[in-house]
């Protein structure tokens, strides 16, 4: 079909192209009409202009490269790097009778082989290859050899070492694009902020891009967020998912265990069910599709449910934990309400939550004197990797990972037959920079659980839709208290109503400070603590008589966030004889103070085993996962494994613990899982390494790999 009979295929559309873009929308997709913002970011694709697109999972991104890549003709190059999204959006293109190929590691040689020559011989609209595939000898040469019209990079956020999802591997795009231009470059992602946002652009070499951001706002969500002790959250969201119109429903769990027992303990009531990585594939499977159908109204979940769910009338995210970002949070309870209709977002939390993501980040990111103690024993000649471990007497998952570390930043050559040299001294400050925005990362979800603002107009500005973050959303915790399911609130003491008074005649006499300063004035010796105060504080934001907002100061060369907080007009106006409605929250059996924060591990207990930790080496078995007895380790299958490994390494070009680890791979050896399933069960195996790698590795496992 061919839209545009007058206009050169690869070339840029007339500019009086209204009725024939609106045509092809129609004719092509069976849309009657743009969503929001879509038209704008589909026309400056087809003009040729790089494109920066940042909108929210739900709002229509595919078809913001699908329709300028049917417009441009030629072949449209999509790469993604997840397998499950991409195979969603070829059935889709292809229902709809669009020719389309993927390739990517679950495919076979012959499929793959047959792509490759449609799109030499110009019979795709479409081509999805996962990023890895660029790193195969002659495949970028074969795509230059009939250049792509237009190049589509869907989850782009994983480009940026600031990103919540990055992955080194994608990073290592930009290096491929030049030679398939002229063609335009389309960069989509769902949750990049500012910082990442520039990242994308500068790594993929973006050349003077449109950026798009928009659509952060999600006005049928209601958000709340309550500070709730652990203990009682399995049963705060029993209560809240006992009332039939709130469901369907999904509640994220931070522990496989919890998404298992809160599904035990609710599917007595209604239909419910756990999904999370270490489930067999098959189950997985089947509770998703009966999630999706209807049968199961409640799934409890780890993060590993929700990329690619399409189910539009959730009615309910609840999260029983902290979440690692803001990013992913946003993510995560945006899957609710997709119909429009209304719909409520749930966060639980308390500062315990804190020390969980700490211990996290501390795994995966070592201390900076383990890369260094690493680095100063590589030298210019390339040495056995496990000797290098033993000199060092490390543990080694901590070796593993901060091996991983120093080779991301540069600091480490892994070449690949298991050896590694010395690389660039300059690996420290990016290093150091990376695990530091992790943490600052935590630092930001954990304050905007604390504040007090409209939690809708936060997220948007976050994203950086500064055009849409001032209007308050009039449906959260902080915007309609009476209407809240799970916050409680209380009234004010007499002690809490002389704290306003007290606050209003201090901010009277100057322009806004910061609510740590305004604290230290009021309470010198501390009468009320920081936390209680705060929360007077918030209840004043309610009241209209404040406004808080988070701002900077500079100390050291970094940028140290603070609150706000200035007087509004009806502040102004109040005295002690003026009558105030004060709305205080209540926490469920949670402290008021926060707990003093726990050392971080140093380099000595760094270096303990995963044995002296108490850490197991295999994970719980949730479901029935079939395992043969360990009969010894065969050092026949071993090493071919590892032969397996050192292989597909290089095809890949990355280091072979990219592949799995050591200890990883020891473990399939002394438990030899009869089938993909089995894998993940075991310590260091994810879902994507089993779609990718499952067969191939139980094959050796067998006995039967040639």
């Known amino acids: 079909m061919d839209v545009y009979p007058n206009w050169e295929r690869g070339g840029k559309l007339p500019t009086n192209s209204q009725p024939e873009l609106e045509s092809l929308l129609g004719a092509a997709f069976r849309f009657s009409s743009f969503r929001p913002n879509q038209e704008a970011v589909c026309r400056a694709a087809i003009q040729g202009q790089d494109v920066l697109l940042v909108m929210p999972t739900g709002s229509g991104k595919s078809l913001c490269y699908q329709l300028p890549g049917v417009a441009r003709g030629g072949t449209t190059l999509v790469i993604s790097p997840l397998i499950a999204l991409m195979d969603d959006q070829v059935a889709k293109l292809t229902e709809r009778g669009f020719a389309v190929a993927p390739i990517h590691s679950g495919r076979d040689r012959a499929a793959s082989r047959q792509a490759c020559m449609d799109y030499l011989s110009g019979k ?7 990023p890895e595939r660029l790193r195969v000898p002659g495949f970028p040469e074969m795509l230059a050899k009939r250049k792509p019209t237009l190049i589509a990079i869907d989850e782009a956020h994983c480009i940026s070492q600031w990103g919540h999802d990055f992955r080194p591997d994608y990073r290592m795009l930009g290096q491929y694009l030049p030679r398939l231009r002229p063609a335009p470059v389309i960069a989509l992602t769902a949750t990049a902020t500012p910082i990442v946002q520039d990242d994308i652009c500068q790594q993929l070499g973006l050349i003077r891009p449109a950026s798009f951001v928009h659509g952060f706002r999600r006005t049928n969500i209601a958000v709340e967020v309550v500070e709730v002790a652990p203990s009682q959250r399995a049963a705060l969201a029993r209560e809240l998912l006992s009332v039939a119109h709130r469901r369907p429903a999904i509640v994220y769990t931070p522990t496989r265990k919890q998404a298992e027992s809160l599904a035990a303990e609710i599917s007595s009531t209604f239909p419910a069910a756990a999904y999370h990585a270490g489930l067999n594939a098959e189950h997985r499977k089947r509770v998703q599709e009966a999630f999706l159908a209807g049968k199961i109204e409640v799934m409890t979940a780890t993060i590993a449910f929700g990329m690619g769910i399409d189910k539009s009338d959730i009615r309910m995210v609840i999260h029983t934990a902290l979440p690692g970002s803001v990013e992913a949070y946003y993510q995560e309870m945006g899957r609710a309400g997709r119909d429009g209709e209304p719909s409520r977002a749930i966060l639980m939390h308390s500062y315990a939550d804190r020390h969980t993501h700490d211990f996290f980040l501390a795994q995966d ?31 080694p998952d901590l070796f593993e990972k901060a091996l991983e570390k120093l080779w991301i930043h540069g600091g480490a050559v892994l070449e690949f037959g298991e050896a590694v040299r010395r690389g660039q001294p300059q690996w420290r400050k990016p290093y150091v920079a990376q ?26 500005r976050h994203f950086g839709d500064l055009g849409d973050a001032e209007q308050a959303c009039g449906i959260c915790d902080f915007c309609a208290p009476a209407r809240c399911l799970a916050q409680r609130f209380r009234t004010a003491t007499e002690t809490e109503r002389q704290t306003v008074f007290g606050a209003v005649a201090m901010l009277r006499s100057g322009n806004g400070t910061s609510t740590g300063r305004l604290h230290k004035e009021l309470y010198p010796r501390g009468d009320m603590d920081r936390h209680a105060f705060e929360e007077v504080l918030g209840a004043m934001a309610r009241a209209g008589l404040v406004q808080l907002s988070e701002a900077t100061f500079e100390k050291d060369g970094k940028r140290i966030p603070y609150c706000r907080i200035v007087l509004t007009r009806a502040g102004y106006a109040v005295d002690k004889s003026t009558p105030i409605e004060l709305i205080m929250k209540r926490t469920l059996s949670v402290s008021t103070r926060r707990p003093v924060r726990r050392k971080a591990a140093t380099p000595r207990n760094q270096r303990r085993t995963a044995t002296q930790r108490g850490v197991s080496t295999v994970r719980p078995q ?39 680890t050591d200890k990883a791979l020891q473990a399939m050896v002394n438990l030899r899982p009869k089938g993909p399933d089995g894998l993940q069960a075991i310590s260091g195996i994810g879902i994507r390494t089993v779609e990718q790698y499952g067969v191939q590795i139980c094959r050796i496992l067998s006995g039967h790999a040639q």
């Not at 795709?124 to 996962?130: G, W």
């Not at 996962?625 to 070009?653: I, N, Q, Y």
């Open 124 to 130: 795709l609209q479409f081509l999805f290859i996962a």
């Open 365 to 395: 990111y070592p201390k900076v004197e383990i890369l260094e103690e690493i680095f100063v024993r590589l030298g210019p000649q390339a040495q056995a990797k496990s000797e290098l471990q033993q000199r060092l007497q490390l543990d």
């Open 435 to 460: 695990a530091e925005r992790k943490r600052a990362q935590i630092e930001q979800v954990l304050r905007y659980a604390e504040s007090n603002r409209c939690r809708m107009s936060s997220l948007v």
């Open 622 to 660: 949730s479901c029935t996962t079939p395992f043969e007895p360990d009969s010894g380790a065969s050092s026949g299958v071993e090493s071919m494994l590892r032969a397996w490994r050192l292989a597909e390494s290089r095809r890949r070009g990355v280091p072979a613990f990219r592949i799995f």
